[in-house]
């Protein structure tokens, strides 16, 4: 999961505590003005925009390969496919996390984000075809209903996750440990952990980044200029909290 940038509230002359993926794009957000809400309110409706989008393209993508059986034959025959989505949504993310100009210059971060979101769809939908539908179905109920809730929380609640990202990441080394154990010594019981322990943890990223997105009385948040990456993290949580549930 790549770091998000921030800001710290307590003092913006201070040098911020954990590596930043961009400092520059920071900006001070305590006790935000009415101009400062306004300007928050819109970039997180932006931010749902470019999800939703996001999340059309991916189902379309899962239903093409789920109901339609020329292309799913098609992938099957051409397994080249899926390794070119796979280098390509990897080349990609390496771009958007490390080029902070680029993921904010328009139009480039829009081509970007789509490449990246059509390669990870066309992933997705060859992954589902190892897979029956009411499963795929099912995945897909349970992963809406954990985002929502969690989306619900997240603004509601005073607690703040924002000060989690050094946890976290110990907790997703763990998981990516775990998961190489389980390649190699594959069980039920161990597998059905596994997954268990990747969508608690994704779901709490989801917590985390939906946080740093909402700004406010939160210690740490993320630029109204980061639109694109705010997206692809939430985008990359609900993703991953469905592909662990699927693989239960």
């Known amino acids: 999961m790549a770091e998000v940038p ?14 930043q993926l961009d400092p520059e794009s920071q900006v001070e957000i305590r006790g935000m003005s009415f ?12 931010v749902y925009l470019i999800l939703t989008v996001q999340l059309a393209i991916t189902m379309a993508f899962i239903s093409l390969f789920m109901y339609h059986a020329p292309a799913r034959i098609w992938t099957m025959q051409n397994p080249w496919v899926g ?8 080349a990609v993310l390496i771009i958007m996390a490390c080029c902070g100009e ?17 390669a990870q769809g066309l992933m997705l939908g060859i992954v ?6 009411n499963e795929v179905l099912m995945a897909v109920g349970i992963t809406c209903a954990i985002c929502v809730g969690l989306t619900l929380f997240s603004f509601q609640t005073k607690w703040d996750f924002t000060v989690m990202g050094g946890f976290l990441f110990v907790g997703l080394l763990v998981v990516f440990i775990f998961g ?3 390649a190699f010594f594959p069980g039920s019981a161990a ?12 779901s709490l990223y989801l917590i985390y980044d939906t946080q740093l997105m909402i700004g406010g009385n939160h210690k740490y948040s993320i630029s109204p200029e980061e639109y694109i990456f705010a997206a692809l ?11 662990f549930i699927l693989r239960r």
């Open 6 to 19: 921030y800001q710290t509230m307590e003092n913006a002359s201070q040098v911020p505590k954990t590596t």
């Open 35 to 46: 101009s400062e809400e306004s300007i928050r309110k819109a970039f997180i409706r932006k």
């Open 83 to 90: 390794t070119i989505a796979f280098v390509t949504m990897f």
């Open 102 to 118: 680029m993921r904010r210059k328009t139009p480039h971060n829009f081509i970007f984000l789509a490449m990246f979101t059509a």
């Open 128 to 133: 589902a075809t190892a897979y029956d539908s």
């Open 180 to 182: 190489i154990i389980v």
């Open 191 to 202: 597998s059905s952990v596994y997954s268990a322990c990747g969508a608690l943890l994704f």
């Open 233 to 243: 993290n939430l985008y990359l949580d609900i993703i991953n909290i469905f592909l």
